[in-house]
């Protein structure tokens, strides 16, 4: 194997209509380029979209490189407007909101169960999935959720009585189906 091409001879026979001198300035700075993306964005899907708009922008661009600098500070340049773009782009892109259940609907998450176990929760799970689709939300919005029985019934559309009803044939099902004995509900 021959003496690797400089940059600067690359660039110049790139610009020359060398397809392959092209690819190999490309591959050389490739994973530099994609670093720089990475650490800018902060994510692997917004370094990749930079990573190929600053690629797409080094060839466009190739024509007025003029060697001023090197070509790996013309590049890392490149790349950091397009990173720059990119999150400008995703300021404007609209993010999913989850609604703060805690501030916005008085929901409080539960106290994590140090002692459960995965097939605790596992086991639960296919509990739950047993339940009546009514039997099911009520539970879960009274023991997971932590609503009190008043905003059950306004969540549900149903009378209190209709989900205190509800949450104890729910709870004596679930308590079947996980061996466990059927236990007093929590008035």
Do not use: K, M
């Given at each position: ?117 995965v097939t605790d929760r596992l086991a639960v799970d296919a509990a ?22 008043a905003e059950i019934a306004e969540v549900l559309d149903i009378p ?28």
């Amino acid at each position: 194997r021959g003496i690797e091409a400089t940059d600067d001879e690359l660039v110049a026979q790139a610009n020359g209509g060398d397809r392959r001198a092209l690819d190999t300035l490309l591959r050389r700075h490739h994973d530099r380029i994609h670093a720089v993306c990475r650490r800018i964005t902060g994510n692997d899907a917004d370094a990749l979209d930079a990573t190929q708009d600053a690629l797409i922008a080094i060839v466009r661009g190739l024509p007025r490189f003029d060697g001023r600098a090197a070509f790996g500070t013309w590049a890392y340049r490149i790349a950091t407007n397009a990173c720059l773009d990119e999150l400008r782009r995703r300021r404007r892109r609209p993010e999913p909101v989850l609604p703060d259940l805690d501030r916005d609907a008085g929901w409080s998450a539960p106290e994590p169960d140090v002692g459960a176990t995965v097939t605790d929760r596992l086991a639960v799970d296919a509990a739950l999935a047993q339940l009546p689709a009514e039997f099911r939300a009520a539970v879960v919005l009274r023991d997971v959720c932590r609503l009190d029985y008043a905003e059950i019934a306004e969540v549900l559309d149903i009378p209190p009585g209709t989900v205190r009803s509800r949450i104890a044939r729910g709870r004596a099902v679930l308590a079947r189906h996980l061996g466990e004995p059927a236990g007093a509900d929590d008035r």
